[in-house]
């Protein structure tokens, strides 16, 4: 979700092998909902356990960073913590999107539509906090850290960034950018395919935005790219009605701030745009949290997926073996390396 500046946005593509060695903060509630809204039977069931139980976000934490590690990326996830109030709205009406999607899910099983099934399954994908708390807990197996930020997950994620803690922050929100995300990863996955319909797919790689880019090329500051935002719309706000983000730009690079758009008296900005601002410009984050990849604890690993959800042992030790040679294989770069 987030703010739609999609098409204003300059991006590079982005090689995964360019990633050995870095530090890249993910934001975890955008990827877990990617897992649980891809991961699914065809008729949109999601993977379950012998219980019952979701395991999709299980199954995709597992392969991708499995995946991820072995080019070399050090991956660090971010929580979302409480949202501010403005966002209320916003998620009020995803949840009453997400029970319609539900019910029209089951009655498309009911007239054995399955195309249909699949898009109104996706839709409905629920993240809870069972999932949430297994999440991390597979992540401690894995050695891989993880922070809970006390608001905005891209905030958080933005300030590690920025500190130097992390070389890029990864999401597909572009919100991160308004927060302040210096260097931001996009499609952070192995597929080229991204699920767009039940029968749709779309060519995907990772593109890499770099903030200082973006504002030159749009010939803006944060701070009024916070403002164009706003006038587009936002996780915290609704737009104003009929104002596309070139029209929001056009605006803002003629005018250079709300106040003088509202002064001009063409449109009515948003109501309380100055805390939407302050959301932005001064995020809730926290400097409580330690970054390190210790050793993984493969008993663990198996506890979780194996014991308590039924997943194929043999899969998950295949797993397992090309995490430590990853291991082996980066700890030796990074040896020759200093030996140069």
């Known amino acids: 979700m987030g703010v739609n500046i999609s098409k204003l946005v300059p991006s590079t593509p982005l090689r995964l092998n360019d990633l050995a060695g870095k530090a890249v903060a993910i934001d975890a509630f955008n990827t877990l909902y990617q897992f649980l809204t891809t991961i699914r ?5 999601p993977l379950k356990d012998r219980n019952g139980r979701v395991t999709s976000h299980l199954s995709g934490l597992l392969n991708r960073n ?28 995803r949840r009453e999107a997400r029970e319609a999607a539900q019910r029209e899910w089951e009655d498309a099983i009911e007239a054995g539509d ?63 950018l308004l927060f302040g995300t210096p260097t931001l ?21 990772p593109e890499l935005i770099e903030l200082e880019k973006v504002l030159a090329s749009l010939h803006l500051t944060r701070e009024q790219l ?25 605006m803002i690079n003629e005018l250079g701030t709300l106040e003088r758009i509202s002064a001009e008296g063409r449109i ?5 745009y100055e805390e939407v601002r302050r959301i932005f410009l001064e995020p809730e984050v926290t400097e409580d949290y330690s970054l390190s990849w210790p050793t993984r604890n493969e008993e663990d690993v198996r506890r979780l997926l194996c014991d308590n959800h039924g997943f194929s042992v043999e899969r998950v030790d295949s797993v397992l073996t090309r995490l430590r040679a990853a291991s082996t294989l980066h700890s030796q770069s990074s040896l020759d390396r200093w030996r140069q």
């Open 185 to 205: 990863i996009r499609n952070l996955t192995l597929s080229r395919k991204r699920r767009v319909a039940a029968s749709k797919t779309a060519d995907v790689s």
């Open 114 to 176: 399955m195309k249909r099934a699949l898009t109104k399954a996706s839709q409905s994908t629920r993240l809870d906090d069972e999932m949430i708390d297994e999440a991390r807990t597979l992540l401690d197996a894995l050695a891989i850290p993880w922070v809970d930020a006390p608001g905005e997950g891209e905030a958080q994620m933005a300030f590690m960034t920025m500190k130097g803690d992390v070389w890029a922050g990864a999401s597909q929100d572009f919100d991160s």
């Open 226 to 250: 916070v403002d164009m935002g706003i006038l587009v719309g936002t996780d915290f706000n609704e737009g104003v009605h009929g104002i596309g983000p070139k029209r929001a730009l056009k």
């Open 268 to 272: 009515v900005v948003p109501h309380g």
């Open 66 to 93: 499995a995946a991820l590690i072995e080019f070399g990326l050090k991956p660090v996830y971010v929580f979302d913590g409480r949202p501010p109030e403005l966002k209320e709205k916003t998620l009020k009406a």
């Open 41 to 45: 039977q065809p008729d949109g069931t």
